[in-house]
């Protein structure tokens, strides 16, 4: 009856085994599924040659079948082992897997062998006792130490699965890992039953396989041990590039996937300094450098209610970013590089080409003063030198608006206006520009355009003459008209549409698209003895899109074109009076007549020419003007004499206009107890001269304690608003 009820054990052990290592392999995803199969296939190997081994009537037979046993024996622990490892989160390093792989093969092969040799068995006698006819075996040293390392697996999973099951308040896995422990401790008792041999010859272990398979079928259906979502995540964090480590509330590692066990050959052996170098990253924001790759690490901590169970650790490989972002970087620092010396190079040359030019303009000037003393032809070849060196000085101030542009330096400054003056400032400067050509110039501004208008009137004023001056370059005879009407109204402002129509020579319609393009012309064949670099129209369509508009053209090849942009300007509220009065004017506006003869004024610049122009500029002010072509000659003067104002010129050999500036501030350090002087020398104004208005040099400048700036070529007009804005109210007497 005994062997009857074995024999029953064994096939239902060997048809769950089937069943479970069937369903197993069908949804086979991850690594502890893998070990599953491997368990089930094996144990279903042994049990079927033990169940041939029962029916064994010969020593033979009984030996072949016992050893074919092995087949599947020898990996049912090393599966069952690596299985829990995965189901408590311990990987196994590769390395001492294959080992392990390596020692159960090399028993394998002992055993299939053991007929030759006596290295496993030492002895075998055939015994008819028992629930059936069977072999009592003698063992090794190598089969004692075979066993030795079994009970090692069994005790290490044991514990790692007690770890488990105190640490995890889940019911379900708690109840698995409590299953697990009783099939381990049904094997080993089993095996102790066997080796105590009170079982009549017959091995409980495979009994102990059949309960492991029962209960691993009822973690599969009842703790969906086989879930489709928990096999997805496992396979999911196990293939993601990210290398994913889970540790305990006391740091030590719980699991890892493959991507992290790759990314730390070592972390079994150095989890503690691995885990607290991912911390050091995430609480410093530091990148990790793990051999030639580079790591962000990010942290979630893991709670369950309210304890802290661990912490797990992401790390995202990010080395072709960083090695993207370094290159970016290096190249911003080169384009940088090439910036600042574009930018040094644009200082000195504008200052060294406006200097001359504002001697050719200021002296030429001067000589206009006097026509009387002047022939028709002298005049107009004077004129005709004054127009070409504005000329020059427009073509130098384009290429640093489109130097200011490019490097994000252009703001728009809003201020209150009147549309009509600047309309009429813009018809002036234009006839000047056609000059004897027969054109004629035709002005066109709507009506119900509110008188005071909120906006940019410089830039705007700036635009139309670039406007204006494209079409009086590219038209011989005919027309250009300028007008102005509302397309569009709210409550506080209008939106004004800005034309400028010729009757030139056109524009072809592939050459449409090169418009606006920085030092670009069209029809260059055409167009060679044009003067200009093509700056015009690229700075007045950034000017238009800063205010929010866009620079647009219609154009028939010889037949003539226009060029339209609209914007929104704000309408001056609160202002009420005649034109010109009580509204600030612009700074195209400004014309002040006055003298200022008790006024003692010290010009100081290198350039001996540029000093007589400068005084002969100011000698209708009827000043006490006074030079020094030095700082030093300029320090010398100063800390003898008192003056109202000092004009300062910028580049000057030894000592510049920023370091002369500094030294007479820093005069007011060392006077002492005299309260009067050590005003003076803090507070007397300094205006910088000088060719180079970049912003760095005017930083320089208002560091240096310099209190206004203006550029050369030097022009009565804007000398005139500086002394009105610097002198004593009490020394200027209007005319």
């Not at 488990?164 to 409590?178: E, P, T, V």
């Not at 549409?497 to 056109?506: I, L, N, P, T, W």
């Not at 609160?574 to 014309?591: N, R």
């Amino acid at each position: 009856m005994a062997f009857e009820i074995a024999v029953v054990i064994q096939i239902i052990s060997i048809l769950i085994l089937t069943l479970e290592g069937i369903y197993v392999f069908l949804n086979m995803r991850t690594k502890g599924q893998e070990y599953l199969f491997l368990f089930c296939f094996a144990a279903m190997i042994n049990n079927t040659c033990y169940l041939f081994e029962m029916f064994c009537h010969t020593s033979q037979e009984s030996f072949l079948t016992s050893r074919l046993c092995y087949i599947g024996k020898v990996w049912i622990p090393l599966a069952f082992f690596a299985m829990i490892m995965e189901l408590c989160e311990h990987k196994i390093p590769k390395k001492i897997y294959a080992v392990m792989v390596f020692i159960h093969a090399f028993i394998l092969g002992l055993v299939l062998t053991s007929d030759q040799h006596q290295l496993f068995y030492t002895s075998r006698i055939y015994v008819e006792e028992g629930l059936f006819p069977h072999n009592v075996m003698g063992h090794s040293v190598i089969y004692n130490a075979y066993m030795i390392l079994l009970m090692g697996y069994t005790f290490y999973g044991t514990i790692a699965l007690i770890r488990k099951y105190a640490a995890d308040h889940d019911k379900n896995m708690r109840r698995l890992y409590r299953n697990l422990l009783f099939a381990i401790a049904t094997m080993i008792l089993g095996l102790i039953l066997y080796m105590a041999k009170v079982t009549f010859g017959y091995d409980p272990t495979n009994f102990g396989y059949a309960v492991t398979a029962v209960v691993l079928l009822i973690a599969i259906i009842r703790f969906r041990l086989m879930d489709n979502l928990t096999m997805a995540k496992d396979y999911v964090i196990d293939t993601i590039s990210e290398g994913v480590i889970a540790v305990d509330r006391d740091n030590h590692v719980v699991y890892y996937n493959r991507s992290a066990g790759q990314i730390y050959d070592n972390l079994e052996a150095d989890q503690e300094k691995i885990v607290a170098s991912i911390r050091k990253s995430v609480d410093t924001g530091e990148v990790l450098h793990i051999g030639e790759r580079i790591y962000e690490a990010v942290v979630k901590d893991l709670y369950r209610g309210k304890n802290l169970n661990g912490s797990l650790y992401v790390l995202d490989d990010v080395t072709v970013r960083y090695k993207h972002m370094e290159e970016l970087q290096e190249q911003k620092d080169i384009a940088e590089a090439a910036n600042a010396s574009k930018s040094a190079f644009l200082s000195i040359v504008t200052h060294e080409i406006r200097t001359p030019l504002s001697s050719v303009v200021g002296m030429t000037e001067l000589i206009l003063r006097e026509p009387e003393n002047l022939t028709e032809k002298q005049e107009k070849y004077l004129r005709n030198i004054k127009n070409s060196g504005e000329s020059l000085v427009m073509i130098v101030n384009d290429i640093l608006d489109q130097s200011k542009i490019e490097a994000g330096k252009m703001e728009i400054v809003e201020d209150a206006y009147e549309l009509i003056p600047l309309i009429e400032d813009v018809k002036m400067i234009i006839e000047n520009r056609i000059g004897s050509k027969p054109i004629h110039l035709l002005y066109e501004v709507e009506e119900d355009i509110p008188r005071y208008l909120f906006g940019d009137s410089l830039r705007i004023r700036q635009i139309l003459i670039n406007l204006m001056n494209n079409a009086v370059k590219f038209t011989e005879e005919g027309y250009i008209k300028l007008s102005v009407t509302c397309m569009d109204t709210d409550r506080s402002r209008r939106r004004l549409r800005f034309s400028v129509k010729d009757s030139g020579q056109g524009i072809r319609k592939e050459d449409l698209s090169k418009l606006g393009q920085a030092f670009t012309q069209v029809d260059t064949k055409k167009n060679h003895q044009k003067i200009g670099t093509g700056l015009g129209l690229s700075i007045s369509k950034d000017f238009i899109a800063m205010m929010g508009g866009q620079l647009r053209v219609t154009s028939e090849y010889g037949k003539g074109s226009e060029f339209y942009f609209s914007i929104w300007q704000g309408i001056a509220s609160g202002i009420d009076v005649p034109s010109g009065a009580g509204l600030k004017k612009q700074a195209w506006q400004e014309e002040e007549q006055f003298t200022a003869p008790d006024a003692r004024i010290l010009v100081v610049d290198d350039t001996e020419l540029n000093l007589l122009m400068i005084s002969e500029l100011l000698q209708p002010l009827d000043m006490q003007v006074e030079t020094a072509n030095s700082g030093e000659k300029a320090i010398e003067m100063i800390l003898q004499n008192r003056y109202d104002l000092i004009f300062m010129d910028y580049m000057m050999p030894y000592m510049n206009g920023v370091e002369t500036t500094e030294k007479i501030r820093q005069e007011a350090l060392k006077q002492g107890n005299d309260d009067s002087l050590r005003e003076y020398y803090k507070s007397v104004p300094i205006i910088a001269l000088s060719g180079d208005d970049s912003n760095e040099t005017m930083d320089r400048f208002f560091r240096a304690g310099i209190d206004d700036f203006t550029v050369k070529p030097v022009e009565l007009k804007r000398l005139k608003k500086m002394l009105i804005k610097w002198l004593p109210k009490e020394k200027i007497r209007s005319k």
